[in-house]
């Protein structure tokens, strides 16, 4: 059986609908195919993109990697990941026929003659094909290894579409490890290929949920009215994450950090596009314009005193979580054991507009804790004063919209009632939308939706360079005042199985505030 692929349109209505998520012909040509990225993520990725009928025609994937194997070992080794980290689960009858469109390719990246060979190979399926293809090249490898490869791709004459055909490239995250990194993989990028065929992953904006803030947002008169400083007290977002160091991440965390790894992309991301202006119109420019506003207006904390006061970081000691006890950070695999890298940060921060006058957004992201979870809760103001003169309010008084991003995705608004009986009593309760119950399937992968918008040419969901850059230019003043100050801030502990240290919930404290349990 062959795997469906998107049918021809005939219907120029549907067209214009679908037009920003048709997938064109193309082969992709992933870099570092025989890693855990490929294996886990983008392989069952397409095989999902393919089972929902969603693959271009004339499809190819051609896996770069520097051990020796055959298209028959490369595809086997690819199944047993599928069979795993498929969502949809595997069929053997699709896998047959999706995977045929694979092949392997050996060569070391720093390798012209790989290239070369790389071009022919290509140029052997455009002939099968009987016409030339676009190409859409994947740096799925470690970020040292993008200059290389985009010199080589640059040398080979691979970066260039032939016969009006495109050339893309998709660079994986970390992109860069401070500003000066970053920009100089920029320029690298920019000397290779063009911004608009450039896509930065950030697969926080592959999720259905992230992606629904702009709707929920400007969609609903309900919110749309109320989402300033005015009804808003404060928007605290949270990404848990109950795992620690496993599968041997621990050399590359140590060398990143809480703050590198997941606040200067993925929580940088949600909170622009929670504090967004309304963009004129949804191409990918005008919406990036407008996330970049946030970045660039969050106030800057300068000096170890501004980032001590408002920036906390944390390493978890021993402890457990799930009921199965876990080491402390410093005794991870591959950590040093007397890092200074933190697993834990918590942030108080403003966003200097016009909107936000005044509105704390409070972040924190860690590992080992209790539970997975990432969610943004937007707290509203009370009310001017109560009209019920014998009636108290409970102590969590404040109208909450929470926005469930992973997992039981969904959106909660949690508002008072009057408790059943003659006395008027109040109590919070929860109106809760669900995507499981409410568009009874499943939401695609976030890697599904973004190599599509990627072989369709549509980077809204894309970082862009100068959210990237701003992004940094924020970040390091904290790692510089950790790292290069005389009298940095403290680095605070929490036991594994906790929800962070206690200073993070000083510092909410201090305004009046808590944490909102998940
Ligand atoms: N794994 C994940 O869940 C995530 C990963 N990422 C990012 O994706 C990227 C890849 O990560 P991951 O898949 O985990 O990495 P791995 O270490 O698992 O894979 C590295 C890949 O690069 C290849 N490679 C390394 N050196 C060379 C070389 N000199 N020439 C040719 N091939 C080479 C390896 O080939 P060979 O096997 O032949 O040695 C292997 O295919 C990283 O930037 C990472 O930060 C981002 C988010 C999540
Ligand atoms: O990019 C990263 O994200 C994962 C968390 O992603 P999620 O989709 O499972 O929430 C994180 O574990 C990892 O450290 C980071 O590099």
């Known amino acids: 059986m062959p795997f469906p692929i998107m049918p021809e349109l005939e219907n120029p209505f549907q067209e214009t609908l679908l037009q920003r998520h048709r997938a064109e012909p193309c082969t992709v040509v992933i870099f570092g195919a025989t890693g855990d990225l490929t294996n886990r993520k983008l392989i069952p990725a397409l095989y999902n993109v393919a089972a929902e009928g969603d693959l271009p025609p004339q499809f190819k994937v051609v896996g770069f990697a520097r051990r020796d194997k055959s298209d028959d070992v490369f595809r086997q080794e690819l199944e047993e990941g599928n069979r795993k980290n498929s969502r949809q689960g595997h069929s053997d009858e ?30 052997k399926f455009d002939e099968e094909r009987g016409a030339p293809a676009n190409r859409l090249f994947y740096l799925a490898s470690a970020p040292e290894a993008f200059k290389p490869i985009l010199e080589m791709l640059r040398e080979a004459g691979l970066s260039q579409g032939v016969n009006g055909k495109w050339a893309r490239v998709v660079c994986e995250k970390p992109f860069g490890k401070d500003l000066a990194t970053a920009r100089g993989l920029n320029e690298t990028v920019a000397g290779t290929f063009e911004e608009k065929d450039t896509y930065r992953i950030d ?72 504090a967004m202006e309304p963009p004129t119109d949804l191409s990918a420019d005008s919406v990036r314009d407008e996330k970049v506003k946030v970045i660039r207006a969050l106030r800057p904390l300068v000096g170890p005193e501004a980032v001590g006061a408002n920036v906390i970081r944390a390493q978890y000691t021993a402890g457990s979580v799930d009921g199965v006890s876990r080491v402390g950070y410093r005794q991870e695999d591959r950590v040093n054991p007397e890092s200074k890298t933190e697993a834990y940060v918590a942030l108080r921060l403003f966003v200097d507009t016009w909107r936000w006058q005044g509105v704390p957004f409070y972040i924190r992201v860690g590992k080992q804790l209790p539970k997975k979870a990432t969610e943004i809760s937007v707290h509203f103001k009370k009310p001017p004063q109560v009209p019920f003169a014998t009636a108290r309010l409970p102590g969590s008084s404040e109208n909450t919209l929470v926005i469930r991003i992973q997992p039981d995705e969904g959106i909660a608004l949690r508002i008072l009632c009057k408790q059943p009986g003659q006395a008027l009593s109040m109590q919070q309760v929860k109106m809760d939308f669900r995507y499981s119950g409410s568009f009874g399937k499943a939401s695609p992968e976030a890697y599904e939706r973004l190599l599509l918008d990627a072989m369709a040419g549509d980077a809204t969901l894309f970082a862009r360079r100068d959210e990237v850059e701003s992004a940094w230019k924020f970040i390091d003043e904290l790692e510089h005042a950790w790292h290069k100050s005389p009298n940095p801030p403290p680095m605070c502990e929490y036991p594994a199985g906790s929800w962070g240290p206690k200073e993070a919930d000083d510092l909410l404290r201090q305004d009046g505030r808590e944490w909102r349990l998940l």
């Open 203 to 274: 697969h926080y904006l592959g999720k259905e949920t992230a992606q629904n803030i702009m709707v929920l947002r400007f969609a609903n008169a309900l919110f749309e009215p109320n989402w300033n400083s005015r009804y808003i007290d404060h928007v605290q977002i949270t990404c848990a994450e109950n795992l620690g160091m496993e599968g041997g991440r621990g050399g590359y965390y140590d060398t990143a950090g809480a703050l590198r790894d997941m606040v200067q992309n993925h929580l940088f991301q949600l909170l622009s596009l929670v």
């Open 94 to 123: 699709l896998w047959a026929s999706f995977s045929q469109s694979i092949h392997y390719h050996r060569s070391e990246f720093e390798d012209l003659e790989g290239y070369k060979a790389l071009a022919e190979l290509l140029n």
